[in-house]
């Protein structure tokens, strides 16, 4: 399965924005997905993860009450809805697949390109 995020930009701070992260060549739709976030000579970090089903969703602190993650399973695509933007969520954003149905309970091990955020102040 190969995922391709979009829908970054350079936005200024307390805009929104909607990433997708699209998959191919098989289906994602029995699999947690998470989205982690990474700035250039620091770890990738954890933001959020979704179920399979879309009936429960974990997020970092740093991201609680601005972001949400959804999932469409039948257009085998996850979302990571961001609002109230912030410098500090300038990153490359990732979407991740998980090897198993629920996030707490996954490892996720197929990684797509990432998608920039860059928020100005």
């Known amino acids: 399965v190969q995922l391709q995020a979009s829908g970054g930009g350079l936005v200024q701070a307390g805009a929104s924005l909607r990433l997708s992260c699209a998959a191919s060549?098989?289906?994602?739709?029995?699999?947690?997905m998470g989205w982690f976030r990474q700035v250039p000579g620091y770890e990738r970090e954890f933001v959020a993860a979704?179920?399979?089903?879309?009936?429960?969703?974990s997020y970092a602190d740093f991201v609680k009450g601005r972001f949400t993650i959804s999932r469409d399973n039948n257009k085998n695509t996850v979302y990571l809805d961001m609002n109230s933007l912030k410098p500090e969520d300038t990153a490359v954003y990732y979407c991740?697949?998980?090897?198993?149905?629920?996030?707490?309970?996954?490892?996720?091990?197929?990684w797509g390109q990432g998608t920039q955020v860059t928020v100005s102040s």
């Open positions: 979704v179920n399979w089903d879309g009936e429960s969703a």
């Open positions: 060549g098989g289906t994602i739709s029995w699999t947690a």
């Open positions: 991740a697949r998980g090897n198993a149905r629920v996030a707490s309970r996954s490892k996720f091990v197929g």
